[in-house]
């Protein structure tokens, strides 16, 4: 089973701030196969990107995926007050699915 | 518009069982995959159980094999959680979700709102 570690565990930024989170497999996954979700408190999760780099339906410009193998990386290029909340990243390669612990981003 | 709108849970004791339902509309259900997925109170997300649009492969996470089932019924655009031998470590919100193709390696590009398992005497 592929294990994800995401870092840090909460990122206290202000709006309109950039926001890097990192994503961290156990083994290399396959194809890219890597999504990452944003929860928001009482809410469902909600995909904001797939294959690594490619927008969900919806999602703003704002949000960008990037990274291969091993090392996967969410950016938020400004953050609204909208976007505080907690990201999970996601693999989905040879039908199996594993999830990171999340990452809070919280109002500094 | 995609709803996924699941039911079934409740309070239950150790051991017994529980059977969760997920209601679906607004999209071919059959042409896609689904699953189910939980996140214990305060914690992160796991996956719990997957199925393809024919049910034709089916996966589950260690912790549940053996012990949940799930299915699906086409007809009535409605997938399913059978959970026996319930444990305390069971306790979650179980949301619905729905893959973004019918079988292989996707994301879940829907969720429902959940329905809340617990499991207490």
């Known amino acids: 089973e592929i294990v994800l570690t995401q870092s840090p565990g909460t990122l206290s930024l202000s709006p309109g701030e950039r926001a890097t989170l990192s994503c961290r497999a156990s083994?290399?996954?396959?194809?890219?196969?890597l999504a990452w979700y944003q929860q928001k408190p009482g809410q469902a999760p909600r995909l904001l990107i797939y294959?690594?780099?490619s927008r969900a339906t919806g999602i703003p410009d704002r949000f960008s995926g990037s990274g291969s193998g091993t090392d996967f990386t969410l950016t938020i290029s400004r953050l609204e007050p909208e976007d505080f909340a907690v990201y999970y990243c996601?693999?989905?390669?040879?039908?199996?699915?594993?999830f990171g612990q999340g990452t809070k981003v919280e109002i500094k | 518009e995609v709803q996924l709108v699941e039911s079934g849970g409740g309070l239950v004791q150790p051991g017994r069982s529980l059977r969760l339902s997920c209601a679906a509309s607004?999209?071919?259900?059959?042409?896609?995959?689904m699953h189910w997925v939980r996140q214990a109170p305060g914690k992160g997300l796991e996956w719990v159980s997957g199925?393809?649009?024919?049910?034709?492969?089916?996966g589950y996470a260690d912790s549940v094999k053996g012990r949940f089932t799930i299915s699906r019924d086409n007809a009535k655009n409605s997938l399913y959680l059978q959970m026996n031998s319930l444990r305390a470590e069971d306790m979650a919100l179980y949301y619905c979700?729905?893959?973004?193709?019918?079988?292989?390696?996707?994301?879940?590009?829907?969720w429902g709102q959940g329905t809340l398992v617990t499991v207490s005497s």
């Open positions: 199925i393809s649009w024919n049910s034709g492969s089916i």
């Open positions: 996601q693999q989905y390669g040879s039908s199996s699915w594993t």
């Open positions: 294959g690594a780099s």
């Open positions: 979700a729905k893959g973004q193709m019918d079988y292989g390696d996707y994301a879940f590009d829907y």
């Open positions: 607004g999209f071919t259900f059959d042409d896609y995959a």
């Open positions: 083994q290399s996954v396959s194809s890219s196969y």
